[in-house]
């Protein structure tokens, strides 16, 4: 069974920039043909998306205008989210995920769609 384990959490203060990643425990996966994506559950609240990533490499965001930018190295089986201008409605607990493959575009956001997901990291944002 694969692991995903996600870091680059922390603290920062308003206006700050994290790099996440996530890194996959077995050689290959995400060669494989797979979306990937960073979701993200503040407290008391839903799990929602945040960006993802199809198997061709186009991104979606849940923001149009993105303060957030995804990739992925295949070589190193490792997703990256780069996060700046950060606020304190960023902060929350951060997972990546991935799917066993191919998902049409419109689903890339919907957390329900994926079925490996990492422990999550915190990223705690003060203004």
């Known amino acids: 069974q694969v692991q995903l384990v996600e870091s680059g959490g922390g603290s920062v203060q308003t206006g700050g920039s994290l790099r996440l990643s996530c890194k996959a425990s077995?050689?290959?996966?995400?060669?494989?043909?797979?979306?990937m994506g960073w979701f993200r559950q503040a407290s008391g609240k839903e799990r929602e998306g945040v960006a993802a990533?199809?198997?061709?490499?186009?991104t979606s965001y849940t923001n149009p205008v993105s303060r957030f930018t995804i990739s992925r190295d295949n070589a190193k089986d490792t997703l990256y989210l780069q996060m700046n201008n950060l606020n304190p409605g960023d902060t929350a607990m951060y997972y990546c995920?991935?799917?066993?493959?191919?998902?049409?575009?419109?689903?890339?956001?919907?957390?329900?769609?994926?079925?490996?997901w990492g422990q999550g990291t915190q990223v705690t944002v003060s203004s």
């Open positions: 995920a991935a799917d066993r493959g191919y998902m049409p575009f419109g689903w890339l956001l919907l957390h329900e769609r994926y079925n490996y």
């Open positions: 990533i199809d198997i061709g490499d186009s």
């Open positions: 077995r050689s290959g996966f995400m060669s494989s043909n797979r979306c």
